[in-house]
Each structure stands twice: as C-alpha cells, then as structure tokens.
C-alpha cells in the first residue's frame, strides 16, 4: 500500500537509457498503474501532463528531453527529486542531497529544496553533513552518533555566511621549505560527483601533520588519491621530487609513502609476526632502519603478541600491529587514516604515545582524524578540510587555541 514517503538518494538512481520526462512519466504511472506500468507502452496524456508539471516545480522543463546518462552531476540529483515528486509523496526524504557538488551548486540545490519546501507543502527529512545548509532550511535537527541522539532542537546557526568556507588569505604557514610530500590543486571526484576542489598540503621531514575535518568533508577521499586508489581528475602529488598522480599504488608505495587505511586491514589467519615479516624491505634509499628488533623495541604490546594470529586481537592491538607493519617497509613518510576509530581511550592513549614517540625519531606522518583532541594533541602542524578544500591551515598549538575556526569548521 502507498504510504506517501518518497525517497532521493545520496546517489541518484536513474533510467540511463531513458530521456528527463521519461524518467518522471514512468513514476507517475508507476504511482497511478503500479510498478507493472513500466511494460505498458506510452503514457497516457495525463502522465505526461503531470511529469511536464513536476519538472517545472523542480526546474527541469529545459532539459525534459535530455538523456538521463548525459546529465550534470547536479541536475542528476534534480532528477532523482523529481522522480520522487512525482508520487505525489506526503513526506519526502533526501539522503545527502548536496554531496559531490560545487559551492555554487550546492547552493542553487539548496535554493531549490528551500522554494520546493515552501511551495509544495511537504514535510522534508534530509541527512547532510553540511552544517552551513543544515542552519538553512531546517527547522529541527537531530545529531546522531553511533546510532544515537546527541542533541534534538531549532538549529543555531553558526557564524558564517553560505560559501564563507572557502580558502582565505588568513590561512599562513611558518614551515620550512622542501616538504617530502607536496599536494597541488588535487581535484578528484567519484564518476560525476566531485569531492575534492583544489586541496594544497605540504609534509615535511619529521612533520606529523594533521587534516581535520568534519566527517565527509573528504578527509579519506583525499588519502585515496594521494595512493592512488582514487585518480585524481587533476593536480600533482609530488613525492621527494617527482609527481606520482595517477600512478599505480605500488608505484606510489615503492617510492616511500605507506599507508595505513581505516578499517584496520590485517592478514587474518597469519600470526602478528608473520604480518610483520610480509611487509618488511628496504626503504627508496636502501634504508633498512626498522626490523622485527625495532618494532618490538617501540611497540612493547605487539612483542608480547607475536606469536598470536593477528584475527584474535582486539581492534586497539590490530590498529598497532597495521602502523608497525607500515614501519616494516622503511618508508619515507606514512599515511595514518582514522587511527583512533572505534578504540578504547587507553588504547587512542597508547597510539597517540607511539606517534609522539616517532615524531621523537622524525619519522614523517600525515594523519587524518575525527577526534580534534587527539589530533592536534600530537601533531605538529594541521590543515582543515572543509566540503573538499583546505580552509585553514596552522600550527598545531595554535590550531587548539582558534576557538572561533574550530566552533567554524570542526565542532557540530
């Protein structure tokens, strides 16, 4: 039975083959015929009249008979609203309708929804990790962590303005020169949604630099394309001097910089040391620096597990075990993605000692994180990440003290 709840999704679920009307005409006789009507020939002149009428409310009427597969990524996510309107729903439900847009057209997407809203008398129910949109068109908020409710009530808007995040002159830098890693316009997008827009970073020996950044804002995303697990759609990863962007991920690892993902990814089956022995080389330069002595020497819990299969460890002692076993191939610089995630506090504890204990060794880190806190509590320097660009940039000390940046772009 229809119960008037609609639905739009984070990624737009269209007819490739079908035109812009198309697509709406076969909801609106889905809705009238049911979900057999698909297989009935042309629809009926009051269909088509109806999808007409749908498309202007959404501001699709200029594309109407535009293959669907041939649309701009935002006009895709106004199609698979209209696609929704056109079952006449009660209550409609947008799931991160902004995501992989622009700043301009994230705001004309909001424009629309703010006009559909009003015009149309619908009760809306969107996700968004947008806060500048959230403070916009919403008139309850509901924060959710892990399942559960932080926070209910009107939104208080913050202090900005829409499309006040964008990179400033007040970003500044007091490092030296010569970073290992240097990022350059690194634009990436996944298909037609975009996520990255423009980041510029640099790592330097010894660094532990942070990226922060609210979830979504592309920390991860931005991790992947340095690897080369995402292909930047343009820019420069520069690694001891030479460009690796796009290049195969071996190609990347070879040349110094290990990665450690979230999701703590370990040879299940193999014992601790085993993980270890699988990844241990020499360094570009033939160093050789870490070895089974060293590790255990600097990860005093992971000697006590070597002999154990690494699918019996906590996830606190898989999460060591993945940052030794990056140590293992002697690199010039690692990547930390999330490393505190889902821990025990004695355990974010005992991470935040290691780090602290291989800056001491000027080993080089650039770690993406969530928690602010224990973040900027071992980096040496940090760089905000807000909707895919880099809006702040400081040393870390300063950073924890910027209270108006972080209530901007960290806090909820």
């Not at 962590?145 to 808007?157: F, I, K, M, N």
């Amino acid at each position: 039975m229809w119960s008037g709840v609609a639905r739009a999704f984070q990624v737009a679920s269209l007819f490739p083959s079908f035109t812009v009307r198309q697509s709406v005409e076969a909801a609106v006789m889905s809705k009238r015929r049911g979900f057999g009507s698909l297989r009935v020939g042309f629809p009926a002149p009051a269909d088509a009249a109806k999808a007409d009428a749908v498309l202007a409310l959404i501001g699709l009427r200029a594309v109407a008979d535009t293959s669907s597969a041939t649309l701009s990524h935002g006009d895709r996510k106004l199609l698979d609203v209209a696609i929704a309107m056109a079952l006449d729903p009660k209550v409609l439900l947008l799931d991160e309708p902004t995501a992989g847009m622009g700043p301009e057209e994230r705001w004309e997407m909001v424009d629309r929804i703010h006009a559909l809203w009003k015009t149309s008398g619908l009760t809306l129910v969107f996700i968004e990790h947008d806060t500048d949109i959230v403070f916009k068109i919403s008139r309850t908020v509901r924060v959710l962590s892990y399942g559960a409710v932080l926070a209910e009530g009107p939104p208080t808007p913050s202090a900005t303005t829409p499309g006040s995040s964008r990179p400033t002159s007040a970003m500044r830098s007091t490092m030296p020169d010569d970073p290992i890693l240097s990022i350059r316009n690194l634009h990436v997008s996944y298909g037609t949604s975009r996520v990255l827009f423009g980041v510029d970073l640099d790592v330097r020996q010894g660094e532990v630099v942070a990226l922060l950044g609210r979830n979504g804002a592309g920390r991860s995303t931005t991790f992947k394309s340095i690897m080369g697990l995402a292909p930047p759609t343009s820019g420069t990863v520069v690694m001891n001097g030479k460009d690796f962007a796009g290049r195969p991920t071996h190609e990347i690892a070879q040349a110094g910089l290990a990665y450690v993902p979230a999701g703590r990814q370990v040879f299940p089956f193999q014992t601790v040391e085993d993980n270890l022995i699988i990844a241990q080389k020499k360094g570009p330069t033939g160093r050789s620096d870490w070895d089974l002595k060293a590790i255990y020497d600097a990860f005093p819990i992971v000697a006590k597990l070597q002999d154990r299969p690494a699918q019996l460890l906590s996830g606190g002692e898989q999460q060591l075990l993945t940052i030794a076993r990056a140590l293992m191939g002697n690199p010039d610089a690692i990547l930390l993605d999330e490393p505190s995630e889902g821990l025990a506090p004695i355990i974010v504890q005992e991470i935040g000692r290691l780090i602290r204990r291989l800056k001491e060794l000027s080993i080089t880190i650039l770690l993406a994180e969530q928690n602010m806190h224990f973040c900027l509590s071992v980096a040496t320097s940090g760089y905000i990440l807000n909707k895919g660009e880099i809006v702040h940039r400081d040393e870390a000390d300063r950073i924890r003290n910027e209270r108006d940046i972080i209530n901007e772009y960290l806090s909820v």
